[in-house]
């Protein structure tokens, strides 16, 4: 058989050999050489101001409002510096003299105040005196401790055993024995015999319950006083 052609191999062949470039596997055939007169110059990329336009004809320049260098302002002062000197000094407040220590033969002199021998710190209106933010941390202190004693005492008389009277004991007694009286006759109503699983768990259930109510009525009976917590 024949092989197939297709009748767009004309057509895209045409357009293959539109779309490709004669150097787009090798580069370009020629390059353009560049010329050797344009070199970078010095300062060439740097912007240019406009120049500047002369003055024409007639017009001057404005003045300027700063004054020049050969200025000298007119200064009239007249003041007598000997007779406020006097002044100054005869108002002004003595200095005090500065008490040096020396300590050595040839002259060798250290101001005495802040060298330490000077006992200006006992001196002091505060000396000896706790500081303020002490006594108000140890308030403070002794605050919170006596809130968590507070609060401590609080939880414990919470927590306190409560002492049973002779009536409610006699109440609780009655209420027991009645009970007891209840799951015997239940006991006693049991079949004789036991042959399921259910009426042996019946029958284990109400002798634990019995047993349990003997053990708090023996209790109760045997202690004269009694205490239960408060929960």
Not at 30 to 41: E, G, H, I, T, Y
Not at 193 to 221: C, N, P, S, Y
Request: with cysteine.
């Amino acid at each position: 058989p024949l092989r197939f052609i297709s009748k767009f191999r004309t057509f895209v062949k045409h357009e293959a050999e539109k779309n490709k470039s004669q150097w787009k596997t090798m580069g370009p055939a020629k390059v353009a050489v560049p010329s050797p007169n344009d070199f970078l110059q010095k300062h060439s990329k740097e912007p240019k101001l406009a120049p500047r336009k002369k003055e024409q004809d007639g017009k001057k320049s404005p003045e300027l409002s700063v004054p020049r260098r050969t200025y000298h302002p007119v200064i009239r002062i007249k003041k007598n510096f000997i007779n406020s000197n006097a002044l100054a000094v005869i108002r002004g407040v003595p200095k005090k003299p500065r008490h040096f220590c020396v300590d050595s033969r040839q002259g060798d002199k250290y101001l005495l105040e802040p060298s330490g021998l000077v006992p200006k710190y006992i001196k002091k209106k505060d000396y000896g005196v706790t500081p303020k933010y002490v006594t108000q941390r140890n308030e403070e202190i002794k605050r919170q401790e006596e809130e968590y004693e507070a609060s401590v005492m609080e939880e414990l008389k919470k927590r306190a055993m409560k002492h049973l009277s002779d009536e409610e004991k006699t109440s609780i007694l009655q209420a027991l024995k009645k009970n007891w009286e209840e799951t015997n006759r239940e006991f006693q109503c049991l079949p004789v015999q036991t042959d399921t699983r259910g009426k042996k768990m019946h029958k284990a259930k109400l002798e634990m319950k019995l047993k349990q109510l003997e053990h708090d009525i023996e209790a109760l009976e045997k202690h004269k006083w009694v205490y239960i917590a408060n929960e």
